[in-house]
């Protein structure tokens, strides 16, 4: 019997009754180049595909995930776009949130390289988990390390601390670096969630504002990798 490609990620509808307010997935990490984006629009594509209504609001000024969206295939699950990076004032967080459709299940944020102070905390603030995508390089890791103490020790996060989760991405191989990031983890009780192979699947997924779980034979390790991922949000979710 030909197994099911599918298998492996049941589908996971987290469709939520009407007038609850959309679950709000952050994406951050000071340090650029770690996957920010790529983490984004794979949720969001991941999410719209199982039948939820989401919008994804990218708050960097380089403005990639909205073009991932703006280069989108009509024929696939429609994902709500706010470009918030176009409006400089960093108080309006909140009120981006409310602007989505009202029947909005799922926003995912998009981060800029950098976020600290104030505007971090703002995200901080407005959001219901948190994702922190690390390459494990010995640079990355350090520099995930001080962002995570900033995110701890936040304003924004201290008035109503939310679940975070580490994602290690671009792993190529068991290196020592990827165990050092697990280690650190442990050392803060954060969990470390999955782990997602270096691959041109996801580069070429982006070119066509597809996620990886859009292309009619996704690879089977890449769709393992975010079974854990989608589980935890999952969990998350249902408490
Ligand atoms: N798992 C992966 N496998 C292969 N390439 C990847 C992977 N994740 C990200 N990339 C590529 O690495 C580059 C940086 O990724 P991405 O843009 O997602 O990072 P970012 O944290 O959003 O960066 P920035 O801080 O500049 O916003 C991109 O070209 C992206 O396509
Ligand atoms: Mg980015």
Redesign the pocket.
């Known amino acids: 019997m030909t197994r099911n490609i599918w298998d492996p990620i049941k589908p996971l509808d987290m469709r939520r009754v009407k007038h609850q307010p959309p679950k709000r997935i952050l994406v951050a990490?000071a340090?650029?180049?770690?996957?920010?984006?790529?983490?984004?629009?794979n949720i969001a594509a991941y999410l719209a595909k199982h039948k939820n209504n989401v919008a994804l609001i990218d708050h960097?000024p380089?403005g990639?995930s909205s073009q991932w969206l703006s280069v989108r295939n009509d024929k696939l699950p429609d994902i709500y776009s706010v470009a918030a990076f176009r409006r400089c004032d960093v108080n309006t967080t909140r009120s981006y949130q409310l602007n989505v459709p009202s029947d909005t299940t799922h926003i995912v944020i998009?981060?800029?390289?950098?976020l600290s102070g104030n505007v971090l905390s703002d995200h901080l603030r407005h959001c219901d988990v948190i994702l922190i995508?690390v390459?494990p390089s010995a640079i990355d890791i350090r520099a995930a390390t001080s962002f995570i103490k900033d995110v701890l020790l936040s304003p924004g996060f201290r008035a109503k601390p939310k679940p975070i989760a580490v994602i290690a991405?671009?792993?190529k191989s068991n290196t020592l670096g990827y165990k050092k990031l697990g280690i650190f983890l442990a050392s803060l009780n954060i969990p470390f969630i999955s782990s997602?192979?270096?691959?041109?699947?996801?580069?070429r997924a982006?070119e066509f504002g597809m996620g990886i779980h859009d292309f009619s034979s996704p690879h089977e390790k890449d769709l393992s990798d975010w079974q854990s991922l989608i589980n935890w949000l999952k969990i998350q979710f249902e408490r």
């Open positions: 990490n340090k650029g180049g770690s996957g920010k984006t790529t983490v984004t629009i960097d380089q990639s998009d981060t800029p390289a950098g995508p390459v991405n671009r792993v997602l192979r270096d691959t041109q699947h996801y580069v982006a």
